[in-house]
Nanobody
Framework: QVQLVESGGGLVQPGGSLRLSCAAS????????MGWYRQAPGKERELVAR???????DYGDSVAGRFTISRDNAKQTVYLQMNSLKPEDTAVYYC?????????WGKGTLITVSS
């Protein structure tokens, strides 16, 4: 069993930056995928970024070049550095882990980009 706890959400102005963190409890191996998804009001959940050891990270088209995902395997923590934030980035951001075919989700953290 894996539990994921996100932190770092909040309100930010357009053009600003935020960093999200997601700490996993239970055992997560470096080759298990960890990442971030988001869901805006009235929209489907979409991939933001994901990472696993030995492979290049994947990014959603709308965030590529602005967001950077990283991972500290020793701490079982994944990070999402978000720069040049736009109002359309407003959403609930969910941490995700796929461990040998089983998906685990955090409860989500709200990010609001507004002036």
């Amino acid at each position: 069993q894996v539990q994921l706890v996100e932190s770092g959400g909040g309100l930010v102005q357009p053009g600003g930056s935020l960093r999200l963190s997601c700490a996993a409890s239970g055992v997560v191996y470096s080759d298990n995928v960890m990442g971030w998804y988001r869901q805006a009001p009235g929209k489907e959940r979409e991939l933001v970024a994901r990472i696993r050891s030995g492979r290049d990270p994947d990014y959603g088209d709308s965030v590529a070049g602005r967001f950077t995902i990283s991972r500290d395997n020793a701490k079982q923590t994944v990070y999402l550095q978000m720069n040049s934030l736009k109002p359309e980035d407003t959403a609930v951001y969910y941490c995700h882990c796929r461990k040998y075919g089983t998906d685990y989700w955090g409860k989500g953290t709200l990010i609001t980009v507004s002036s």
